[in-house]
């Protein structure tokens, strides 16, 4: 004989009367207050979903031109989105070819540096990028930051290039990384430090810094250069 069902006193759903007697009267998710989270994530991945959808729309729109120009992005609603895409495969040209940041034009190079930083340094601090392949380019970064607005990053990223031996970076992975667990077990607390300023930029504290917002401008300024160099 099937169990007797309940409903929801929250949500409505269907639920067992053996829950129902557990919760109050709720379900699972309700009842341990968990289900505005499941659905707003589920509100995210469909908006993430249909943005992923028509970046690719846009993209393909705009690669019909021989050489797309930085301004071709501007008139999109997520225009680093769409053109993010664009510069790591002219930067990739193959499934496992080298790095040729070469391929790209002098501003589409810089919206890379900068992207490239602000991946890596948001997704595991200042000793991801710099052990990662992005790392060799820190120093041009540096001046890419600079190139944009973006003060208080170059600042932050000068600080920690200035730990390396001579305040140099090597661009050989090996040696970049020996150079770093040097500087960690120098001053381990430095590029922490330097990790928690940068989250602040974004997020909080009396100083302010949207990259996002300044290669936007960044690109309105070099809207008629195109992503390639060739």
Same mark, same amino acid.
């Given at each position: 004989?099937?169990?007797?069902? =309940?409903?929801? !006193?929250?949500?409505? &759903? $269907?639920? %067992? @009367?053996?829950?129902?007697?557990?919760? *109050?009267?709720?379900?699972?998710?309700?009842?341990?207050?968990?289900?505005?989270?499941?659905?707003?994530?589920?509100?995210?991945?469909?908006?993430?979903?249909?943005?992923?959808?028509?970046?690719?729309?846009?993209?393909?729109?705009?690669?019909?031109?021989?050489?797309?120009?930085?301004?071709?992005?501007?008139?999109?609603?997520?225009?680093?989105?769409?053109?993010?895409?664009?510069?790591?495969?002219?930067?990739?040209?193959?499934?496992?070819?080298?790095?040729?940041?070469?391929?790209?034009?002098? =501003?589409?190079? !810089?919206?890379?540096? &900068? $992207?490239? %930083? @602000?991946?890596?340094?948001?997704?595991? *601090?200042?000793?991801?990028?710099?052990?990662?392949?992005?790392?060799?380019?820190?120093?041009?970064?540096?001046?890419?930051?600079?190139?944009?607005?973006?003060?208080?990053?170059?600042?932050?990223?000068?600080?920690?290039?200035?730990?390396?031996?001579?305040?140099?970076?090597?661009?050989?992975?090996?040696?970049?990384?020996?150079?770093?667990?040097?500087?960690?077990?120098?001053?381990?607390?430095?590029?922490?430090?330097?990790?928690?300023?940068?989250?602040?930029?974004?997020?909080?504290?009396?100083?302010?810094?949207?990259?996002?917002?300044?290669?936007?401008?960044?690109?309105?300024?070099?809207?008629?250069?195109?992503?390639?160099?060739?």
């Amino acid at each position: 004989m099937p169990e007797e069902k =309940a409903t929801c !006193v929250d949500c409505g &759903v $269907e639920i %067992l @009367a053996t829950t129902a007697a557990r919760t *109050g009267g709720k379900c699972i998710p309700c009842h341990r207050g968990t289900r505005a989270q499941m659905e707003e994530s589920k509100r995210w991945e469909a908006e993430n979903r249909k943005r992923r959808r028509l970046n690719d729309q846009a993209r393909e729109r705009i690669l019909q031109k021989a050489r797309p120009e930085l301004g071709d992005f501007l008139a999109e609603d997520d225009p680093l989105g769409v053109l993010w895409p664009v510069i790591v495969d002219t930067v990739f040209p193959g499934p496992v070819g080298p790095e040729n940041i070469d391929a790209l034009g002098s =501003a589409a190079r !810089v919206v890379y540096l &900068v $992207e490239c %930083l @602000a991946v890596e340094v948001n997704n595991g *601090g200042f000793p991801q990028y710099f052990s990662n392949s992005a790392g060799q380019h820190a120093h041009e970064a540096h001046k890419a930051l600079m190139e944009v607005g973006a003060v208080e990053t170059s600042r932050l990223l000068e600080k920690a290039m200035a730990a390396f031996a001579d305040g140099r970076v090597p661009t050989t992975r090996l040696e970049r990384n020996n150079e770093l667990d040097a500087v960690e077990g120098r001053r381990p607390e430095l590029l922490d430090g330097l990790d928690k300023e940068f989250y602040a930029l974004e997020a909080k504290g009396p100083v302010l810094e949207d990259l996002g917002e300044l290669l936007l401008a960044f690109m309105r300024r070099h809207a008629t250069t195109t992503v390639s160099a060739a």
